[in-house]
């Protein structure tokens, strides 16, 4: 193969090379000579710049110090402040992934203590940070991964192969091509292909929760080939976007998955929660408990500004989204800059207290396959600080009058967003000193959050890991699980409960909405997009005698509760954030296709768009596929 006769060349002597293996595009070197291993940085520096890819020594196998001494000599070496809690070693890698509560520790001297590990035992190291708050759901995942390296390394070095094996011409007969498989003049399912002459990929797949008519992506559409998709790029954790992956794997796919690090690990707690959500009611979910381990061995994590050749001719780049934990923009170079696409996923043009907002300077970008959730003409959220203060005074006054305040929060995002927030409040002396419940699943998100600050706005992130202060771990939060604890809460004095689903169409947040709805003492506040025909929408379209399902049957309520919305806390762009990102935004794109909002909303902001920045704007319809280039 070409590329691993360059390696051998560049490198000099190939009596120095063991044996040359990919992890994707990445090139990793093994070695039987210990001075190479250790002394190789120059070189891998020339190696890089050279091949443009990165490129990693490792020593064989072979070589390596016996796991149980391994384990004593890193244990003495890595500093006590970084809390090291767990080694898992992959031998056939040459790797030794270590879970510190303070990883910071291990790096910040300059990688002594890393170099000193590889010195020692031969082992190479990859850092990970333990969270602050028990997490089983990603236990258990890193012990998947771990369990199943050797399937891993076979998977990620025949991606590899095909990238470097694949020889491909852009000449006049090729294209590039775009599909709508779900989620364009709809909000929900969210699901594209991005084709090419050699490439198929998908960019998210979603579901619809609330619609069951269009619940999942139209793979039915004729572009379509199950066998002949090549990889899946997922934005972030909402199901909307990620809700059908597990059934793709069901469905015969067997391909890679990628995402960043927190998006793996919140949406596969998400599908679980869905498929557990499914048992309470006794609706099947559309895949089981062996497809989500099944996506998992082939899920790839990216960082944002990482860039990675996904197949021969496309590379792939995330951004920072704003959205919510890991949230990524998705940048695809198609054909050596042949074209350049980049796909927002859902995103916030605004700093929150958990992000930064979301990138907008990139290399080149043709089409911009954008959002509109939030793009209607009315849709002006008011700022931030007015939200903020707005919410404070709903708690106050319903503390007031001893009542308590309900908060339904999709799993992820606005949920850890708001306890930021009362966090902030409390050190400050504004919150009332009541309970805040953090109901079931919400409590395993925040777990996550506590493994990844690296993903969070510069503030909270010097926060938690220059200062050690974790704001997730307030005394003040409460964790419910049971319902014998939920049946507590509600029968003491007041608090605030943030619980799941963010519409009210199931899960807890309906229970405790049944429960609480009609003694005109509490409050309703809804933060989230609340979708056509949930009881959400109801409530905010003024409806007041309501129907909800209950354990299989149908109970009459009528609501005295204070019913709220909040749109400033948003974590989607509104209309005026829409349109500051066109303005932004650098390079300026030639196309501007607009997807996940509703048809009035998109075409709205179609015409809108077209005229403030004479853009070519479109609109395209589920199954509408179009030609980009
Ligand atoms: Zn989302």
Redesign the pocket.
Same mark, same amino acid.
């Given at each position: 193969m070409e590329i691993k006769k360059d390696i051998i060349e560049l490198i000099g002597d190939a009596s120095l090379v063991e044996d040359i293996n990919f992890e994707v595009s990445n090139i990793i070197v093994y070695t039987k000579n210990r001075k190479f291993f250790l002394g190789c940085s120059d070189l891998i520096k020339t190696m890089v710049s050279k091949e443009k890819k990165r490129i990693e020594v490792r020593l064989d196998p072979s070589l390596l110090m016996d796991e149980k001494e391994a384990e004593s000599a890193i244990t003495k070496i890595v500093p006590k402040e970084a809390d090291l809690k767990e080694m898992w070693f992959d031998r056939d890698r040459s790797v030794v992934s270590l879970e510190a509560v303070r990883p910071e520790m291990i790096t910040s001297n300059n990688k002594k203590t890393i170099n000193e590990i590889r010195e020692e035992t031969g082992w190479s190291v990859f850092l990970s940070r333990y969270p602050l708050i028990k997490s089983d759901v990603l236990r258990a995942i890193r012990e998947m991964l771990y369990s199943s390296s050797k399937f891993r390394r076979k998977l990620l070095n025949s991606i590899g192969e095909k990238i470097y094996n694949s020889k491909f011409d852009v000449n006049d007969r090729y294209w590039v091509r775009l599909s709508a498989l779900g989620g364009f003049r709809h909000v929900g399912r969210s699901c594209m292909l991005v084709q090419t002459p050699i490439s198929t990929i998908m960019l998210d797949c979603g579901i619809d929760v609330s619609n069951s008519r269009e619940s999942v992506p139209r793979i039915d559409a004729p572009e379509f080939d199950i066998s002949k998709l090549d990889a899946v790029v997922i934005t *972030?954790s @909402?199901l !909307? *976007?990620c809700g059908f992956l597990p059934a793709l794997y069901k469905y015969g796919y067997k391909g890679p998955v990628y995402s960043t690090l927190p998006t793996r690990d919140v949406m596969t707690l998400l599908h679980l929660d869905y498929i557990a959500l499914g048992n309470k009611t006794n609706t099947k979910a559309m895949f089981d408990v062996a497809d989500i381990k099944e996506m998992l061995k082939y899920s790839i994590p990216l960082s944002y500004r990482e860039v990675t050749d996904i197949t021969p001719d496309i590379r792939v780049t995330l951004h920072n989204a704003g @959205?919510?934990l890991g949230?990524a923009m998705v940048h695809l170079n198609v054909g050596s800059g042949f074209y350049n696409i980049l796909y927002t996923g !859902?995103f916030k043009y605004a700093n929150s207290k958990t992000l930064n907002k979301a990138d907008n300077i990139f290399d080149r970008v043709e089409a911009l396959i954008m959002e509109s959730t939030y793009g209607g003409d009315q849709d002006q959220q008011p700022s931030r600080e007015d939200a903020e203060q707005f919410f404070l005074d709903i708690i106050t006054k319903t503390v007031e009058k001893k009542g308590k305040v309900l908060v339904p929060v999709l799993g992820v =995002?606005r949920a850890q967003e708001l306890m930021l927030l009362i966090e902030e409040w409390e050190r400050f002396g504004l919150m009332p000193d009541i309970p805040v419940v953090v109901d079931g699943m919400l409590w395993d998100v925040t777990a996550i959050y506590t493994a990844y600050p690296e993903f969070m706005n510069t503030e909270t992130k010097k926060r938690i890991i220059e200062h050690n202060s974790n704001p997730f771990i307030s005394p003040n939060f409460k964790h419910t699980v049971s319902e014998e604890e939920r049946q507590q809460i509600l029968a003491g004095g007041p608090a605030i409960i943030i619980a799941t689903s963010g519409m009210l169409n199931g899960g807890p947040s309906l229970s405790y909405f049944a429960n609480l709805c009609e003694d005109e003492r509490n409050s309703v506040v809804l933060v989230s997009y609340q979708g056509a025909g949930t009881l959400g929408r109801t409530l905010q379209n003024g409806g007041r005698d309501v129907d909800i399902e209950l354990n299989g049957k149908i109970r009459h309520f009528t609501v005295n509760s204070l019913i709220y919305s909040i749109e400033g806390f948003s =974590?989607h762009s509104d209309r005026n954030q829409l349109e500051r990102y066109i303005n932004d935004i650098k390079p300026k794109p030639r196309k501007l296709i607009l997807d996940h909002g509703e048809e009035s909303k998109i075409i709205s902001l179609s015409h809108f768009m077209r005229k403030r920045f004479k853009i070519e704007t479109l609109a395209p319809h589920v199954l509408d596929a179009l030609r980009l280039k």
């Open positions: *972030h @909402h !909307d *976007h @959205h919510i949230s !859902d =995002g =974590g």
